[in-house]
């Protein structure tokens, strides 16, 4: 079966620390990865995407994420959080069956304390 | 840029009530998705289109009915609304199958 899993609800963490957004899916066939960001009251913004190539994919305000196949992971970092980033982050997967439509994880509250 | 658009931004329902929520992109993608969101499970797909004429439905449908009768258009109806289908609804769009899909800034909507 297709799925995808955010480990974490709910990622507490105070300013200028390091974060990790864990993500897994499971899957049968080639998948194209997503991270998503939701700010308070607004819609999904892409914040990057694996479709193929270099493993390690940089993204937007300073996250970067890192495709793992034998894993079937697909982890969000950040080294350093401002308050700003105070938002949920939804993994997503696109499963390269028979059309490229997304499949969600269930989000992760990130709140980033002073 | 206006990309995609939805109306409205908020809206409340009493049980039993009927209402659209539209959504418009100009981006002259084929490709326009419903979705929506609840605490703690993610997004679900309601319905989809491939492009005008041509609509199916996703994960979560009952309850709702679509219509794409332009490639801008993918209005999303509820018939006889239920406090169950409180939620964020976001259309979205994507040209094709380029991975890429943009949403729109979402709807939230109370049924009471």
């Known amino acids: 079966a297709q799925s995808v899993t955010q480990l974490d609800s709910q990622v507490p963490v105070f300013e200028e620390a390091p974060v990790e957004l864990r993500c897994n899916y499971s899957?049968?066939?080639?998948?194209?990865l997503f991270w998503y960001v939701q700010y308070p009251n607004q819609g999904l913004q892409l914040l990057l995407k694996?479709?193929?190539?270099?493993?390690l994919v940089k993204g937007i305000n300073g996250f970067e994420a890192e495709f793992n196949k034998s894993q079937t992971s697909f982890h969000l970092r950040k080294p350093s959080v401002h308050i700003s980033d105070t938002a949920e982050y939804f993994c997503?997967?696109?499963?390269?069956?028979?059309?490229?439509?997304?499949?969600f994880g269930a989000g992760t509250t990130v709140t980033v304390r002073a | 840029n206006a990309g995609v658009t939805q109306t409205p931004k908020f809206r409340i329902l009493k049980i039993g009530q009927s209402m659209t929520l539209q959504c418009t992109q100009d981006m002259n993608h084929n490709y326009m998705y419903w979705y929506r969101q609840d605490p703690g499970m993610g997004l679900k797909l309601i319905y989809y289109?491939?492009?005008?004429?041509?609509?199916d439905k996703g994960e979560v449908p009952n309850g709702y009915n679509v219509s794409r009768s332009t490639t801008e258009d993918f209005p999303l109806r509820l018939e006889l609304a239920a406090p169950s289908q409180t939620s964020v609804y976001f259309c979205?769009?994507?040209?094709?199958?380029?991975?890429?899909?943009?949403f729109g800034e979402g709807s939230w909507l109370t049924v009471v």
């Open positions: 979205a769009s994507q040209q094709g199958l380029w991975p890429t899909i943009y």
């Open positions: 899957s049968s066939v080639s998948v194209y």
């Open positions: 289109s491939v492009g005008a004429g041509i609509t």
């Open positions: 997503a997967v696109s499963f390269l069956s028979y059309d490229y439509k997304l499949s």
């Open positions: 694996y479709l193929s190539g270099s493993t």
